[in-house]
């Protein structure tokens, strides 16, 4: 029997169920598999042989000492809360940025828009590495960029607290500056595809009804943009906390971040249990928040849907 002239190809069973099946096979194959293979490892006792399949346990023999090292060097307690906390300061300030950023964006015309949000993603046409190679180079101690920060530096202080030049590289400050420029862009786009869908006459009513502009903004546009700043936030910290390269360039070793912690423990310390064990206690705390943005986000729509 054949089908109707009006359908699709994709209505076609068999080519249905093969695109909807794609992506989830992708996800085990590449995301679950890998997953399941680390957490195994990180049940396992440290061998000799070449990893990672010398690592597996023999069940049901597992070792949980790896876990409870997390609890107890600290080594672990501290690069956690370094992450955490560089990545926080990371994700506010791109929230500082990137709002009024986004919300400017929304209140020009079409063409400019295009030509802000192509300046917006210009730098993702750039390598990674070699942004922050620049970065290298502008926090030196005789680049323009550092002479300028010292001088402003100086104005500010009184005179016996002057300096030559600020002592940028190698330190937290350092890595918060690039992240904040590297991750930037994560916060603008969600923000701003939130505020280009806000129905501008809802300002319009709160002024004709004797509200300020401040008071439209806090009671109007700020409330109807939370869904566009969790979606920011949490696609900066999530990959901030993990960040890997911006702490092995410009970052202090004696005050590391977790993802240098995993990979020295893969490749100098050859620790490959402990590795994992670090990697699925961060995959853990990074995946809890994406779940509960995602509960909360459900029953607020369920809730907007039930409203009269």
């Known amino acids: 029997m054949t089908a109707p002239a009006h359908q699709g190809w994709f209505d076609r069973r068999g080519w249905r169920d093969f695109i909807i099946a794609a ?15 680390v957490v195994a490892m990180s049940l396992a ?14 069940w049901p023999y597992v070792r949980l000492d790896s876990y409870g090292r997390l609890f107890t060097d600290t080594l672990y307690i501290r690069s956690y809360l ?69 001088a402003i530096y100086n104005a500010l202080v009184p005179a016996d607290w002057a300096i030559t030049s600020l ?13 904040v420029y590297s991750y930037l862009p994560f916060m603008i786009l969600p923000l701003y595809a939130n505020l280009e869908k806000l129905d501008l006459n809802l300002n319009e009513a709160a002024l004709d009804l004797g509200s300020r502009p401040w008071q439209v903004f806090k009671d109007v546009t700020l409330p109807l943009s939370v ?13 901030a906390s ?9 970052g202090n070793a004696a005050d590391p971040m977790i993802g240098r912690v995993i990979s020295d423990q893969f490749s100098i310390a050859q620790d490959w249990p402990m590795a994992s064990a670090v990697a699925v206690a961060l995959l853990v ?21 039930q409203a009269p």
């Open 227 to 239: 869904p566009g700043i969790i979606a920011g936030g949490l696609l900066v910290f999530i990959p």
């Open 285 to 305: 705390l990074l995946v809890v928040q994406t779940v509960l943005y995602s509960y909360f986000d459900a029953r607020a729509r369920a809730g907007a849907e």
């Open 45 to 58: 006792r440290t061998a000799t042989q070449s990893p990672p399949f010398a690592y597996l346990p023999q």
């Open 23 to 37: 992506p989830y096979a992708w996800l085990v194959a590449f995301f679950l598999a890998p997953f399941v293979i």
């Open 167 to 179: 002592h940028m590289m190698n330190t937290n400050f350092a890595v918060v500056l690039v992240m």
């Open 82 to 150: 370094v992450s955490i906390r560089n990545a926080a300061i990371a994700t506010g300030l791109c929230l500082l940025i990137g709002y009024p950023m986004a919300l400017g964006m929304t209140r020009v015309s079409r063409s400019t828009q295009r030509l802000l949000l192509m300046l917006v993603i210009l730098p993702f046409w750039t390598s990674f590495l070699l942004r922050v190679y620049a970065w290298i180079g502008l926090m030196g101690t005789n680049s323009w960029f550092n002479r300028a920060a010292t």
């Open 242 to 250: 993990g960040e890997l390269i911006i702490p092995s360039l410009v």
